[in-house]
């Protein structure tokens, strides 16, 4: 299973941006089936969780930092989940990588790396006048 981000790039602040994550699996499958979220990884600091949308729910998550700016959702003409990016910041800079799990009975930590099984390599988004 190999996840793959696209659309990250040079942005100005205030503008916008979107990545989608795809997954492949010998050949593209179903992001649908999975609880998918969104890190990210700012120079000389940890991952950091910022979006979520669960699977068997449908709801979606978001760290305090995005959450009235950025939007999760899925496209599922194109099984894939978007990160829409309104806002841009400065401090938004960083690589974001996609991650995926299947569904699973009990409580989803969405913010917890452990709780994802499959990840991407991570997309750039740089955020600079």
């Known amino acids: 299973v190999q996840l793959v981000e696209s659309g990250g790039g040079l942005e100005q602040p205030g503008g916008s941006l979107r990545l989608s994550c795809a997954g492949f699996k010998f050949d593209r499958f179903e992001l649908d089936d999975y609880a998918v979220g969104w890190f990210r990884q700012a120079p000389g600091k940890g991952r950091e969780a910022i979006a979520s949308?669960?699977?068997?729910?449908?709801?979606?998550y978001y760290a305090e930092s995005v959450e009235d700016r950025f939007t999760i959702s899925r496209d599922s003409a194109e099984s894939t989940v978007l990160l829409q990016m309104n806002n841009l910041k400065p401090e938004d800079t960083a690589i974001y990588y996609c991650?995926?799990?299947?569904?699973?009975?009990?409580?989803?930590?969405?913010?917890?790396?452990?709780?994802?099984?499959?990840w991407g390599q991570g997309t750039q988004v740089t955020v600079s006048s």
């Open positions: 949308i669960d699977k068997s729910t449908g709801r979606k």
């Open positions: 991650a995926a799990r299947t569904s699973m009975p009990g409580q989803f930590n969405w913010w917890d790396e452990g709780e994802y099984a499959y």
